[in-house]
């Protein structure tokens, strides 16, 4: 029997040890802002489904990168964040605009000269992990939600009777459901998301199955010890799913039927759960991921301007 206790007890901390060294391999690769991502990137469903010609979206990407200014606030746990800020038009209309998971901020510049060019001031985060904000993870959305009430604050000290539509695209627009669940001032009018998941632990339990073939169970389990551990958060807790259900301001999901990143299907779920008091899915025929507005730039831009319209004016 005491051979027996030894020999589970190594066989044990043999399963215990190579489970830690797989978590902190996937902790790693998905929340550490300083590890490559290729192996995520480059998976054949993360592919896009076509070759774009992107040089008038680079284009705008630089020209806003030129006429912005940096401006930065400290976050709720004392991070200093950093933001584009462009606000030269003469008006009380803002947009946050939230950017995708490993993106260069600045790669959202072009959403921020359309934005700009309709007659809005424009906030484009850096979001923690990210660009010129401190950060030693990547929040997902969840802690990036609390980023984004500090950058609704902002703007009130700047222009106390503004109207402030929240936008985001992929991790961007995950963040902006999830903030959507927050008691939000009444300057905050609505809320644009485009191709976010259901949550976090959603996301990377699909990736994990696509780009690995392995089950969710037990290394999300193991792994998520670790992100409550080291980043202080839970990946079942960030999930826009639970945050759309408290949502209380109008809401436009947009959604790339081909989209095999963040999956179709989690925005039928988003959408149908949703306790928006006005909400709209706007579905993009043969779009992967974060394709639609280059696939439907003219369409998407349109939809995207008469939702907003109806509520900041």
């Known amino acids: 029997m005491k051979k027996f206790s030894i020999i589970a007890a190594v066989v044990l901390l043999i399963i215990c040890t190579t489970l830690y060294f797989i978590s902190n391999m996937f902790y790693n690769l998905a929340l550490s802002p300083d590890n490559n991502k290729d192996k995520v990137f480059e998976s054949s469903h993360n592919a896009p489904t076509k070759k774009f010609d992107n040089t008038k979206i680079n284009n705008d990407n630089n020209k806003f990168k030129e006429k912005a200014e940096i401006v930065s606030i400290k976050s709720f746990d004392g991070l200093n964040l950093k933001s584009y800020k462009l606000a030269k038009n003469n008006t009380h209309k803002w947009v946050i605009i939230n950017h995708g998971y490993m993106q260069k901020p600045y790669q959202m510049g072009h959403a921020g000269m359309k934005f700009y060019n309709q007659g809005y001031n424009v906030i484009l985060p850096h979001m923690r992990g ?92 193991s792994v998520n010890l670790l992100v409550n551990l080291r980043a202080g958060y839970d990946l079942k807790e960030a999930s826009a799913f639970n945050q759309v259900q408290k949502c209380k301001k109008p809401m436009l999901f947009i959604h790339g039927d081909k989209d095999t990143f963040v999956p179709f299907n989690m925005a039928e779920k988003l959408y149908a759960v949703s306790s928006c008091p006005e909400k709209e899915l706007f579905i993009t025929r043969n779009a992967g991921h974060a394709e639609s507005f280059k696939m439907y730039e003219d369409i998407y831009w349109q939809k995207v301007f008469e939702f907003a319209g109806k509520y900041i004016n």
Not at 155 to 176: H, P, R
Not at 183 to 195: G, M, T
Request: aromatic share 14%; glycine share 10%; charged share 20%.
């Open 130 to 221: 990210h660009g010129e904000s401190e950060g030693a993870y990547i929040g997902m959305g969840y802690h990036d939600r609390k980023d984004i009430i500090k950058w609704v604050e902002y703007i009130i000290s700047q222009d106390s009777a503004a109207e402030i539509l929240i936008y985001g695209v992929s991790m961007g627009g995950a963040a902006t459901m999830m903030v959507s669940g927050e008691n939000l001032p009444d300057n905050v009018k609505c809320f644009i998301e485009d191709c976010g998941y259901t949550s976090a632990w959603d996301e990377f339990s699909y990736q994990l199955k696509k780009i690995y073939s392995l089950p969710s169970f037990p290394i999300m389990n």
